[in-house]
C-alpha cells in the first residue's frame, strides 16, 4: 500500500528508536490484565515541533509534530498526538502531499489505544483507522482483525514512546527491536544505537544520541540500513535529524522550530 516519501522519511525511521518492553507487565490468561506503568518524562501536552524537509537540495515539505490533548478511552487516559506533513506550493506542481498521522497514547502504558492514518498523494487517497486491544494481543482496522504482540506501536506512537528510553548504559552498536503496525501490517524490526554526535541547526548546536534504524525495503527505500537519525540528548529526546537515501535521491529533515518542552532543553548549547 502507497506510503508518503515525506511522513515515512521523519515517521518511519523514528519509530524505530524504541526499545522493547513488551515483556514487562504481561499477564497469563487466568489474571485480569494490568497495563504497565511506565513513566512519561520526555513530553506534554502543549509541545509541538516543526521540520522541514530537504528532497536533494529542494525545500520539499513541512512537518509537524503535535501533542493536543488528554482525553478519556474507555476508562483509560489518552494523550492526543498527530504528526503531519505537507509539501510546499512549491513542491506541490511535482508531488502534491498533504498527509495526517493520529494517535491517542495510553498515558501510563505509553501504548497505542487508537490509530487513524488519512494519506493524500496527489490523485491517490488512503486512509486508515485502528483500535487496540492489548489485554487480547489483538487489533481491529479497517480491513478487519489483525493478530499482534502486546504493545505494539504505530508510526505516530513511537515516535513519543521513543523519547523516554536512556542511552547513558547502552553500548555501541547495541541491537534493540521493535514491533510496529503500518499499513495492515505487523513489522518486527529493530535499530541500532551509534553514540553520540553534536549537530549544527537552525536551532543552534544540539548535543545528539545517533540511531540506525533497520528499514523496510520497499518502493521508497533501497537499503534496509539506508537511515541515521539524531535526537536531543537529554530528557526530552525530541528529533533533530534525519537523513536516508530512498529509490529517487535522498531526503533530509531537519527541526526548524519547538515550543511547550516538558523539560528543560539541556542538549541545545549555548550561544
Not at 120 to 136: F, Q, V, W
Not at 190 to 206: A, C, H, P, Q, R
Not at 214 to 226: A, G, I, P
Request: glycine share 4%; with cysteine.
Amino acid at each position: 500500500m502507497k506510503r508518503s516519501f515525506v511522513i515515512i522519511a521523519l515517521a518511519a525511521g523514528l519509530a524505530m528508536l524504541v526499545q522493547s518492553f513488551s515483556t514487562q507487565n504481561q499477564t497469563t490468561s487466568a489474571d485480569p490484565f494490568n497495563y504497565r506503568k511506565l513513566n512519561n518524562q520526555a513530553f506534554k501536552v502543549g509541545e509541538k515541533l516543526k521540520f522541514r524537509v530537504h528532497y536533494g537540495i529542494i525545500n520539499a515539505a513541512n512537518i509537524t509534530m503535535a501533542v493536543d490533548q488528554v482525553t478519556t478511552i474507555n476508562g483509560r487516559d489518552a494523550l492526543a498526538v498527530r504528526c503531519e506533513g505537507e509539501t510546499l506550493k512549491s513542491f506541490d506542481w511535482a508531488y502534491k502531499v498533504r498527509d495526517k498521522f493520529q494517535s491517542w497514547i495510553d498515558a501510563e502504558a505509553l501504548a497505542p489505544i487508537r490509530y487513524a492514518k488519512t494519506v493524500r498523494e496527489n490523485k491517490y487517497y488512503d486512509e486508515d483507522l485502528a483500535i487496540y486491544m492489548h489485554d487480547k494481543k489483538k487489533l481491529c482496522n479497517t480491513d478487519g482483525e489483525l493478530t499482534m504482540p502486546i504493545y505494539t506501536q504505530d508510526i505516530a506512537s513511537a515516535l513519543y514512546y521513543a523519547r523516554n528510553l536512556n542511552f547513558e548504559s547502552e553500548k555501541i552498536n547495541q541491537v534493540f527491536p521493535l514491533d510496529i503496525y503500518m499499513d495492515n501490517k505487523i513489522y518486527n524490526l529493530n535499530f541500532t544505537y551509534l553514540g553520540k554526535e553534536t549537530l549544527s541547526t537552525d536551532i543552534g548546536k544540539v548535543k545528539c544520541i545517533k540511531l540506525r534504524p533497520k528499514l523496510v525495503v520497499d518502493r521508497v527505500f533501497k537499503s534496509s540500513n539506508d537511515m541515521t537519525v539524531w535526537v536531543s540528548d537529554d530528557v526530552n529526546r525530541i528529533p533533530i535529524r534525519v537523513q536516508t537515501a530512498i529509490q529517487v535521491g535522498s531526503l533530509k529533515v531537519d527541526i526548524t522550530s519547538y515550543e511547550g518542552l516538558k523539560n528543560t532543553f539541556t542538549a541545545l548549547q549555548k550561544k
